[in-house]
C-alpha cells in the first residue's frame, strides 16, 4: 500500500514522456505503474491532464544566511523556491563570513536546520589556504566554489597557475569545483582607466575576452589537473564559443542563467539596478547566440544566481551605477522563465527537466535520490496543469529582494502542486504545512 498516489498524469523526464501512476511511500517513489492499475493508497490525488515534472534543483543560488540576512534567509529563500518548483536549492558561500572552512560549513548546516521548506545542498568556497580543502571534504559538501575575478584576495585565483595549484589540491577527491570565469587583469585595467562608474564602464571591465579567457582557463587547468569542474554563467557568444571549442578537454559542464536568456544591456534604460549582476547583460546578438546553444543542447544547466538585495540597497541614490549591488532574485521564477522557453518552442519539458533537474543533480552529487520521477528517488515532485496560465508579480514575491525582473510576464502553465519528500508544500500557490526541508550533502 502507498502512502500516496498520483493517478493520470504524463510524466516528464530528461528522456522523454510517459504515462503512469506515482505511488509515494516513505517519501520515496517507491513505484511508477501503468496508468489505471489497481494500487491501494492512503491518499489518491487524479493529476488528469497535468504534467508530472521531477523537482527542479537550482545549481546556483546565495541565501544570505549567516551574515546578511536582512536580504535573504533560510527560510524566505526556500519559501520562495519552493513556491517556484524548486525543491533543491544549493547555496553558494558568499555569506558573512564565506564557508571556507570546515567548523563555517558545518555551523551553517546547523543554522538552517528545521528553519528550511525545500533541500539545501552548501557549497564551500576554496580559499588560498589549500590546506583546509580535506577537513570541508569529510563534510561532503556538494560543491567547492573558485573565483577568479572580483572578489577578497583570500580567495582570488587570478592565473592559470593558482587555478591548476587549487584544482590539484582535490586530487583523487569526488567533488565537483565550480569556478567564475573572469579576468583580474582585465577588470582591473578597465577599473584604472574608467573611473566613472557608469552603465558603459560597468560593461567595459567585464568585456565578453574576460569570460573567455576564464572558461579557457578553467578547461586547461582542469585537463591538466584530472580535475571536474563546473563553468558559471557564460553569457556570450565568445563564451559560447570558447566553450563549445574546448570543452572536451576535460570533465565539464557549464550554466547560464535566465536573466541572460531573456534580457540585454538595452534593459538597464527600463530597469536600471534592478538587473545589475555580475556578469552583465549582454547584446541582442550574445543573447541569440546563447539561446541558439541552449537549444543546440551545448549548455548543460540553467541557474538563477538568486542574489537579492533588501530594496533600499537597490533603491538607494549611488554616486555611480558600478557603486549599486549586483545580484536579483530568481528561485521564485525559474520554473516560470523556463516555461516560457518552452512557449516559444525554444525547448522541449523534457529539456526543461534536464537542465534544471537531473544535469544539476548528476553534476552535484545527488544523482541517485534527485532530478527524475523513478522507483527509489526521492518524492520531490510538481504538478503542472497546461490548462491554465499563470502570470508573475511582484506583490506574490516570497524574496525579501521585493520584485522580479520578470514582472507581469505570463506563461500557458500553472503549477498547481508540490510535493517535498512525497508530503504536499505547496497547493495553488500557497506554502502548506512547516518547514519540511533537509540539508542534502554529496553522493559517496
Same mark, same amino acid.
Given at each position: 500500500?502507498?502512502?500516496?498516489?498520483?493517478?493520470?498524469?504524463?510524466?516528464?523526464?530528461?528522456?522523454?514522456?510517459?504515462?503512469?501512476?506515482?505511488?509515494?511511500?516513505?517519501?520515496?517513489?517507491?513505484?511508477?505503474?501503468?496508468?489505471?492499475?489497481?494500487?491501494?493508497?492512503?491518499?489518491?490525488?487524479?493529476?488528469?491532464?497535468?504534467?508530472?515534472?521531477?523537482?527542479?534543483?537550482?545549481?546556483?543560488?546565495?541565501?544570505?544566511?549567516?551574515?546578511?540576512?536582512?536580504?535573504?534567509?533560510?527560510?524566505?529563500?526556500?519559501?520562495?523556491?519552493?513556491?517556484?518548483?524548486?525543491?533543491?536549492?544549493?547555496?553558494?558561500?558568499?555569506?558573512?563570513?564565506?564557508?571556507?572552512?570546515?567548523?563555517?560549513?558545518?555551523?551553517?548546516?546547523?543554522?538552517?536546520?528545521?528553519?528550511?521548506?525545500?533541500?539545501?545542498?552548501?557549497?564551500?568556497?576554496?580559499?588560498?589556504?589549500?590546506?583546509?580543502?580535506?577537513?570541508?571534504?569529510?563534510?561532503?559538501?556538494?560543491?567547492?566554489?573558485?573565483?577568479?575575478?572580483?572578489?577578497?584576495? $583570500?580567495?582570488?585565483? !587570478?592565473?592559470?597557475?593558482?587555478?591548476?595549484? %587549487?584544482?590539484?589540491?582535490? /586530487?583523487? #577527491? *569526488? &567533488?565537483?569545483?565550480?569556478?567564475?570565469?573572469?579576468?583580474?587583469?582585465?577588470?582591473?585595467?578597465?577599473?584604472?582607466?574608467?573611473?566613472?562608474?557608469?552603465?558603459?564602464?560597468?560593461?567595459?571591465?567585464?568585456?565578453?575576452?574576460?569570460?573567455?579567457?576564464?572558461?579557457?582557463?578553467?578547461?586547461?587547468?582542469?585537463?591538466?589537473?584530472?580535475?571536474?569542474?563546473?563553468?558559471?554563467?557564460?553569457?556570450?557568444?565568445?563564451?559560447?564559443?570558447?566553450?563549445?571549442?574546448?570543452?572536451?578537454?576535460?570533465?565539464?559542464?557549464?550554466?547560464?542563467?535566465?536573466?541572460?536568456?531573456?534580457?540585454?544591456?538595452?534593459?538597464?534604460?527600463?530597469?536600471?539596478?534592478?538587473?545589475?549582476?555580475?556578469?552583465?547583460?549582454?547584446?541582442?546578438?550574445?543573447?541569440?547566440?546563447?539561446?541558439?546553444?541552449?537549444?543546440?543542447?551545448?549548455?548543460?544547466?540553467? $541557474?538563477?544566481?538568486? !542574489?537579492?538585495?533588501?530594496?533600499?540597497?537597490? %533603491?538607494?541614490?549611488?554616486? /555611480?551605477? #558600478? *557603486? &549599486?549591488?549586483?545580484?536579483?532574485?530568481?528561485?521564485?521564477?525559474?520554473?516560470?522563465?523556463?516555461?516560457?522557453?518552452?512557449?516559444?518552442?525554444?525547448?522541449?519539458?523534457?529539456?526543461?527537466?534536464?537542465?534544471?533537474?537531473?544535469?544539476?543533480?548528476?553534476?552535484?552529487?545527488?544523482?541517485?535520490?534527485?532530478?527524475?520521477?523513478?522507483?527509489?528517488?526521492?518524492?520531490?515532485?510538481?504538478?503542472?496543469?497546461?490548462?491554465?496560465?499563470?502570470?508573475?508579480?511582484?506583490?506574490?514575491?516570497?524574496?525579501?529582494?521585493?520584485?522580479?525582473?520578470?514582472?507581469?510576464?505570463?506563461?500557458?502553465?500553472?503549477?498547481?502542486?508540490?510535493?517535498?519528500?512525497?508530503?504536499?508544500?505547496?497547493?495553488?500557490?500557497?506554502?502548506?504545512?512547516?518547514?519540511?526541508?533537509?540539508?542534502?550533502?554529496?553522493?559517496?
Amino acid at each position: 500500500m502507498f502512502d500516496t498516489l498520483i493517478r493520470g498524469g504524463m510524466l516528464v523526464n530528461a528522456d522523454g514522456l510517459s504515462r503512469g501512476d506515482i505511488g509515494i511511500a516513505a517519501g520515496k517513489v517507491a513505484a511508477v505503474v501503468a496508468p489505471g492499475e489497481a494500487a491501494e493508497a492512503g491518499t489518491v490525488i487524479d493529476a488528469s491532464g497535468c504534467f508530472l515534472l521531477p523537482g527542479l534543483v537550482d545549481a546556483h543560488a546565495h541565501l544570505r544566511d549567516p551574515g546578511l540576512t536582512h536580504k535573504e534567509d533560510f527560510s524566505s529563500g526556500t519559501h520562495a523556491a519552493a513556491l517556484g518548483g524548486v525543491t533543491t536549492v544549493l547555496d553558494m558561500p558568499t555569506d558573512a563570513p564565506w564557508t571556507a572552512t570546515s567548523e563555517q560549513l558545518a555551523d551553517k548546516m546547523a543554522i538552517a536546520q528545521g528553519r528550511i521548506h525545500a533541500d539545501v545542498g552548501l557549497q564551500a568556497v576554496v580559499s588560498r589556504d589549500l590546506s583546509l580543502i580535506p577537513r570541508l571534504l569529510d563534510h561532503a559538501p556538494v560543491s567547492f566554489e573558485l573565483f577568479t575575478a572580483d572578489v577578497p584576495d $583570500a580567495f582570488l585565483f !587570478a592565473t592559470l597557475d593558482s587555478v591548476a595549484e %587549487a584544482l590539484k589540491a582535490f /586530487a583523487g #577527491a *569526488d &567533488t565537483l569545483i565550480g569556478i567564475s570565469p573572469g579576468d583580474q587583469s582585465i577588470l582591473a585595467g578597465s577599473s584604472a582607466r574608467d573611473r566613472s562608474g557608469s552603465i558603459a564602464s560597468f560593461l567595459d571591465s567585464r568585456p565578453p575576452l574576460a569570460e573567455a579567457n576564464g572558461i579557457a582557463r578553467a578547461l586547461v587547468a582542469a585537463a591538466s589537473t584530472e580535475a571536474r569542474i563546473h563553468v558559471r554563467q557564460i553569457n556570450s557568444e565568445l563564451g559560447v564559443e570558447t566553450w563549445s571549442r574546448l570543452r572536451g578537454m576535460a570533465d565539464a559542464s557549464v550554466e547560464t542563467t535566465p536573466q541572460n536568456l531573456f534580457f540585454t544591456a538595452q534593459d538597464y534604460e527600463t530597469q536600471g539596478a534592478n538587473l545589475k549582476a555580475s556578469p552583465p547583460l549582454r547584446s541582442p546578438h550574445d543573447v541569440d547566440a546563447l539561446r541558439a546553444a541552449l537549444s543546440a543542447g551545448l549548455i548543460d544547466i540553467v $541557474a538563477t544566481d538568486h !542574489a537579492p538585495h533588501a530594496p533600499a540597497e537597490k %533603491a538607494a541614490l549611488y554616486a /555611480a551605477f #558600478a *557603486d &549599486t549591488p549586483g545580484g536579483m532574485p530568481g528561485l521564485q521564477t525559474l520554473l516560470a522563465t523556463m516555461l516560457r522557453l518552452v512557449d516559444e518552442g525554444l525547448i522541449a519539458l523534457p529539456e526543461l527537466v534536464r537542465m534544471c533537474a537531473r544535469n544539476p543533480a548528476e553534476r552535484f552529487g545527488l544523482g541517485r535520490r534527485k532530478g527524475r520521477i523513478a522507483a527509489g528517488y526521492d518524492a520531490d515532485l510538481l504538478i503542472l496543469d497546461p490548462r491554465r496560465c499563470s502570470t508573475v508579480a511582484n506583490a506574490a514575491q516570497i524574496s525579501r529582494a521585493g520584485y522580479t525582473p520578470f514582472d507581469g510576464w505570463t506563461v500557458k502553465a500553472r503549477l498547481t502542486n508540490v510535493f517535498l519528500h512525497g508530503r504536499e508544500i505547496v497547493r495553488d500557490g500557497r506554502l502548506v504545512g512547516p518547514a519540511q526541508g533537509k540539508i542534502v550533502t554529496r553522493e559517496r
